[in-house]
């Protein structure tokens, strides 16, 4: 049966949710197998891939989220070199976010997604806590193929082109600013639904990665506290 969007947008409110398992998520650079915590950006580097992939999937599944939370800490808001929301510097043409591993690392590390798929994806920045949230939910056909636990599945790839990024103030209209300021990236939340619909927290293997910022100055994770998200809130963000 093919999952349709107000599917997807409730799939996870009801889902009781259990004891985490033996699988576990990481986020990384560059790799979904990737060791590095940090990254080095530099001005018009161009792409810089962050990836959440699962390891030690058993059971068969149906959907899954994964929310990453963008913060800098002590430097105060994001600026604009990360300002990748739809009003901001680089604009949401600037990131892309997608369900489907690229070709680079897809034979290492391949797609969990099954067939019929409806994803949610977002990036928004709020002005207040001068934060940024990533999401990415995936919700499809029972899959029971992707169940090896030796296999280290792919969930999500964010995608920042810094072809426009510079060290120092914003040229409005020409670049965006502040590449320098660190930036740290948290894995807030990740889980998967079984086939019963029940929701399963992955537990965190590798949590956070930093950019920039190689003595972890912002503090990551506390740099960027997990507030409580609901996916009754995340629909109202869905646009497509």
């Given at each position: 049966?093919?999952?349709?969007?107000?599917?997807?947008?409730?799939?996870?409110?009801?889902?009781?949710?259990?004891?985490?398992?033996?699988?576990?998520?990481?986020?990384?650079?560059?790799?979904?197998?990737?060791?590095?915590?940090d990254k080095a950006i530099a001005p018009g580097s161009g792409v810089a891939n962050l990836y959440v992939s699962v390891l030690g999937q058993s059971q068969p599944h149906k959907?899954?989220?994964?929310?990453?939370?963008?913060?800098?800490?002590?430097?105060?808001?994001?600026?604009?070199?990360?300002?990748?929301?739809?009003?901001?510097?680089?604009?949401?043409?600037?990131?892309?976010?997608s369900h489907s591993p690229p070709a680079a690392v897809a034979k290492a590390c391949p797609g969990m997604t099954?067939?019929?798929?409806?994803?949610?994806?977002?990036?928004?920045?709020?002005?207040?806590?001068?934060?940024?949230?990533?999401?990415?939910?995936?919700?499809?056909?029972?899959?029971?193929?992707?169940?090896?636990?030796?296999?280290?599945?792919?969930?999500?790839?964010?995608?920042?082109?810094?072809?426009?990024?510079?060290?120092?103030?914003?040229?409005?209209?020409?670049?965006?600013?502040?590449?320098?300021?660190?930036?740290?990236?948290?894995?807030?939340?990740?889980?998967?639904?079984?086939?019963?619909?029940?929701?399963?927290?992955?537990?965190?293997?590798?949590?956070?990665?930093?950019?920039?910022?190689?003595?972890?100055?912002?503090?990551?994770?506390?740099?960027?506290?997990?507030?409580?998200?609901?996916?009754?809130?995340?629909?109202?963000?869905?646009?497509?």
């Open positions: 049966m093919k999952v349709t969007r107000f599917l997807l947008s409730v799939l996870f409110l009801g889902a009781m949710v259990s004891t985490a398992s033996a699988q576990s998520a990481y986020l990384s650079w560059d790799a979904c197998n990737s060791v590095a915590t959907a899954y989220q994964a929310v990453v939370l963008f913060g800098s800490g002590n430097a105060g808001a994001l600026r604009d070199a990360w300002r990748f929301d739809a009003v901001g510097c680089q604009t949401d043409a600037f990131i892309s976010i099954g067939a019929n798929s409806l994803q949610i994806k977002n990036y928004s920045f709020d002005a207040i806590s001068g934060k940024a949230t990533g999401t990415l939910a995936s919700a499809y056909d029972p899959n029971a193929t992707a169940v090896n636990p030796a296999v280290r599945y792919h969930l999500a790839n964010f995608a920042f082109d810094h072809t426009y990024s510079v060290v120092g103030p914003t040229n409005p209209g020409v670049d965006c600013g502040d590449l320098e300021v660190p930036v740290c990236a948290h894995l807030a939340r990740c889980s998967w639904l079984m086939l019963d619909g029940t929701e399963m927290p992955y537990p965190f293997a590798k949590e956070y990665v930093t950019a920039n910022d190689p003595a972890n100055g912002t503090g990551c994770p506390g740099a960027t506290p997990a507030a409580a998200t609901t996916w009754g809130s995340i629909k109202h963000q869905y646009k497509r």
